[in-house]
């Protein structure tokens, strides 16, 4: 039976995962003079180390307040990134639209990886021990 230990070491697992590919592809780009796509990467990297600390803030034993304070995040910190969007494509800028995409995109990689896997843990279980 899935449980909470199981959420934690798969999510923190993804999230690591995400976090060095993120990490290697921008060091190869670099060195590849490729600085654009290599900022790019280093965007995304960011984004999930923003969304692994909040996860590692939001550890509870309670799964749905877990759930609840996790996916809060995912509001709080891209409502703002929706707003610079919109204000990028209001004055025609696309670099910052499109960073702004970037980021937005990634989050909502990252909650609806959680969103999955927390749908396959029994709730009534909270933590093993």
């Known amino acids: 039976m899935k449980d ?12 690591t995962e995400r976090q060095e590919h993120y990490q290697v592809s ?7 003079q490729c600085v ?21 803030i ?7 307040a ?5 996916l809060s995040f995912f509001d709080k910190i891209t409502t703002p990134w929706h707003l610079n969007r919109e204000k990028a494509l209001e ?14 995109q990634e989050a909502e990689v990252l909650r609806l990886r959680f969103e999955e896997y927390f749908s396959q843990i029994d709730t009534n279980l909270g933590c093993s021990k």
């Open 58 to 64: 939001s550890s509870a034993q309670n799964p749905e």
């Open 26 to 32: 921008m060091d190869r780009l670099y060195q590849q």
């Open 4 to 15: 909470m230990d199981w959420l934690k070491l798969n999510y923190v697992g993804f999230l």
């Open 36 to 56: 654009d796509e290599a900022n790019f990467e280093k965007i995304r990297l960011n984004v999930v180390e923003i969304f692994s600390k909040m996860f590692k």
């Open 66 to 70: 877990l759930k609840t304070k996790y």
């Open 91 to 104: 004055f025609g800028r696309d670099r910052e639209r499109f960073i702004e995409d970037l980021k937005t």
